[in-house]
Nanobody, 118 residues
Framework: QVQLVESGGGLVQAGGSLRLSCAAS????????MAWFRQAAGKEREFVAR????????MYADSVKGRFTISRDNAKNTGYLQMDSLKFEDTAVYYC???????????WGQGTQVTVSS
């Protein structure tokens, strides 16, 4: 099992930036990819971005493409989500997650709140 702890959330004005971190511990050698999801109040959780832990291949939701950048530091077992040009609609609880094979993410962090004021 992999344990994940997110950090870096907070309150920011529209147009601003935040950088989220996701520190992994435990069976980190088994990680296949890391992803970020978010859930706004009253809405379903949605995919934001993912990165292959070994090959660094990235994918983004259309809503964040060009504004968010996902990265990872294998040596530190930490993933990052750089969020620029933030919009009010980016307000949500952001979760990082990992999987050990393509498909379902089976390890989740506790979430970090991102609030963008308009």
């Amino acid at each position: 099992q992999v344990q994940l702890v997110e950090s870096g959330g907070g309150l920011v004005q529209a147009g601003g930036s935040l950088r989220l971190s996701c520190a992994a511990s435990g069976r980190t050698f088994s990680m296949y990819s890391m992803a970020w999801f978010r859930q706004a109040a009253g809405k379903e959780r949605e995919f934001v971005a993912r990165i292959g832990w070994s090959n660094g291949f990235t994918m983004y939701a259309d809503s964040v493409k060009g504004r968010f950048t996902i990265s990872r530091d294998n040596a530190k077992n930490t993933g990052y989500l750089q969020m620029d040009s933030l919009k009010f609609e980016d307000t949500a609880v952001y979760y990082c997650a990992t999987n050990t094979r393509p498909g379902t993410y089976n390890s989740w962090g506790q979430g970090t709140q991102v609030t963008v004021s308009s």
